[in-house]
Nanobody, 112 residues
Framework: QVQLVESGGGLVQPGGSLRLSCVASGFSLDSYAIVWFRQAPGKEREGVSCISASDGSTFYVDSVKGRFTISKDNAKNTAYLQMNSLKPEDTAVYFC?????RGQGTQVTVSS
């Protein structure tokens, strides 16, 4: 069965960190670009970061540059999004996307 499963979300105080994971099954992540995007209530979906399949180059939306890091472990068929210095405006459901599939999302809430 082809699927993506995100995990690692939670409630964190401003300035805190979380690491999101995206585990793929049924296909190899190393063959596909991986995108993390997020959606907050009442807001449009926003692409946060992506990593290419060909050379591992990465992209970050301006609002997370210097705070978030995307990576992947091909041996574990897992992608990650390390999120540091979290802000309340980072609160959203975070999804990973690859090979035309999207996971169910993981909730990130940044609040004191």
């Amino acid at each position: 069965q082809v699927q993506l499963v995100e995990s690692g979300g939670g409630l964190v105080q401003p300035g805190g960190s979380l690491r999101l994971s995206c585990v793929a099954s049924g296909f190899s992540l190393d063959s596909y670009a991986i995108v993390w995007f997020r959606q907050a209530p009442g807001k449009e979906r926003e692409g946060v970061s992506c990593i290419s399949a060909s050379d591992g180059s990465t992209f970050y939306v301006d609002s997370v540059k210097g705070r978030f890091t995307i990576s992947k472990d091909n041996a574990k068929n897992t992608a990650y999004l390390q999120m540091n210095s979290l802000k309340p405006e980072d609160t959203a459901v975070y999804f990973c996307f690859a090979n035309s599939f999207r996971g169910q999302g993981t909730q990130v809430t940044v609040s004191s």
